[in-house]
């Protein structure tokens, strides 16, 4: 591992949202291109610790708010090894979420943004239930 990277690693059983393992690339290589940052974003969401630099939108379906814009972006540069990193460049790359329909931003509201979760999921896991209240509730047993 490069010295200064660290890893989110991923949530193991905790409460709220609940992704399949697709949802989640490997972090044998912090500064490799196999975590996307729509990836990140679900992992800052899941755990606890984050929740003063982002957090679920209460009420929201798919809607979250970076309440840390800059600690945001520090912690994506760490984990993607470029200290760099400042919210601009992480907007920039959120930005090219619009074009695929995987997030949009939400008008109004700032630094807060919604997912697709129809259009991200659907693809890549058909047996995937989306349920109104905002969860995720799988057809299959995750824990094979």
């Excluded at 940052?37 to 969401?45: A, P, S, Y």
């Excluded at 630094?111 to 995937?128: A, H, Q, S």
Aim: net charge positive; aromatic share 16%; with cysteine.
């Amino acid at each position: 591992m490069k010295a200064g990277c660290s890893i989110v690693e991923k949530p193991e059983g905790g409460g709220g949202y609940q992704f399949p393992d697709w949802a989640y690339k490997t972090e044998s290589s912090p500064g490799s291109r196999q975590i996307q940052l729509w990836h990140f974003i679900l992992e800052l969401l899941q755990k606890e610790e984050f929740r003063h630099v982002i957090a679920w939108q209460q009420g929201e379906y798919g809607e979250f708010v970076i309440k840390d814009p800059d600690e945001v972006a520090r912690l994506w540069g760490r984990r993607k090894c470029k200290p760099q990193m400042n919210y601009d460049k992480l907007s920039r790359a959120l930005r090219y979420y619009y074009n695929k329909r995987i997030l949009h931003k939400t008008k109004g509201k700032r630094f807060t943004y919604k997912f697709n979760f129809n259009k991200l999921v659907m693809p890549n896991y058909p047996f995937i239930n989306i349920r109104s209240s905002g969860k995720i509730q799988t057809l299959l047993n995750w824990c094979h």
